[in-house]
């Protein structure tokens, strides 16, 4: 009985045989696998046939095969079936378009392209001389800035000298104005030219001002440069200004002028420039007969006359002076006391 019992313990789980149908049955069935995603957006499995390389059952030496059984081996592939898997199983990828950045670069334009005759002025990096090197450079920065005539025959730049117009006085005094320009800002006045304030003061209007330096100097030779900021009181706004003409300080004067709301500051800082422009101008000789009494005077009893006026609105009668040869300005007109 200790034997049998003995026996029936040490007998396997399970028989040989059955534990050989059991991996047959396991090798034999296929197996799926995922592929990647296709391009329509689902996925297809791909079932295949273990190959011949699949490891197979170790047989024990205490264990002999049983007969009747054997194990089933997968077949290799043909050609044919290599080829036709390979078509149907690998999708095919686009290869990326790789763009060379520097060729969608545009090139610079150069100084040749901009300017030949120029370029052909610029001495060629091919000299050794350290004169030339420098006349090339002096050259080309000329070209760069479109300043050539500040380069000389050694190359080397002269750099304008920057001059600080807001406090600098550069140039004063240092030279006349030719006979001609003297003749020019210093003419008499023309007696059509001169207007009259309601309150009796004559004046010489802002743009006849600007007409004579033009025609003195010419456009952009003269130009008013300012020397502080806006000031901005209670009811006027006040600025000092330089008159330059031709690279050198003239004259300098502060303008103002009165404004009503604050809507009307900039037009406000604009009469301040053409009054400082008029006050500058009085250095010049232009239209120094207005600060002149007997001049005054004689205009006034000549050109000007006091007359009665009714305002249009609310009919509130006063004096005013006008030229003889104009009619009152509005919202008045004349009428008989």
């Known amino acids: 009985m200790r034997s049998q019992a003995l026996q029936a313990a040490c007998r396997p789980l399970r028989s040989p045989s059955s534990t050989l149908q059991t991996l047959a049955a396991f090798q034999s069935r296929p197996i799926t696998t995922s592929r990647p995603k296709s391009a329509t957006g689902t996925y297809t499995p791909k079932s295949y046939t273990p190959s011949n390389n699949a490891r197979k059952p170790v047989a024990s030496s205490s264990t002999a095969k049983p007969a009747g059984i054997s194990t089933p081996s997968a077949k290799p592939y ?13 999708e095919e990828t686009p290869m ?6 520097q060729a969608a670069q545009v090139p610079g334009a150069t100084l040749e392209d901009v300017d ?4 052909a002025q610029i001495p060629t990096p091919s000299s050794n001389n350290a004169s030339n090197n420098g006349a ?20 080397n730049s002269a750099a304008q000298k920057t001059i ?15 006979p001609e320009v003297a003749k020019i800002l210093m003419q008499p006045l023309d007696p059509l030219d001169v207007e009259v304030k309601p309150d009796g003061i004559i004046y010489l209007p802002e743009i006849k001002y600007r007409r004579i330096l033009n025609q003195a100097f010419g456009p952009g030779g003269w130009g008013l440069a300012p020397r502080g900021e806006l000031v901005v009181g209670e009811k006027v706004v006040t600025r000092e200004y330089a008159l330059i003409v031709g690279g050198r300080f003239v004259a300098q004067a502060r303008g103002e002028c009165q404004y009503f709301s604050e809507e009307t500051i900039p037009t406000a800082g604009e009469g301040c420039k053409s009054n400082a422009l008029l006050r500058c101008c009085k250095d010049l000789g232009i239209a120094s007969e207005l600060w002149d009494p007997r001049f005054i005077r004689e205009f006034k009893k000549k050109y000007a006359h006091e007359i009665w006026v009714e305002h249009v609105v609310n009919k509130k009668r006063r004096q005013v002076w006008t030229r003889k040869d104009a009619d009152p300005w509005y919202p008045y007109q004349a009428v008989k006391k």
């Open 78 to 90: 043909s050609p044919a079936q290599q080829q036709q898997a390979s078509a149907t199983d690998i």
């Open 96 to 101: 990326p378009v790789v763009l060379d950045p």
């Open 116 to 119: 030949p005759e120029l370029a």
């Open 136 to 155: 090339k450079k002096g050259a080309f920065t000329a070209a760069l800035t479109g300043n050539g005539a500040s380069s000389n025959a050694n190359g």
């Open 164 to 178: 600080d117009w807001s406090s600098s006085y550069h140039g004063l005094s240092t030279e006349a104005f030719s």
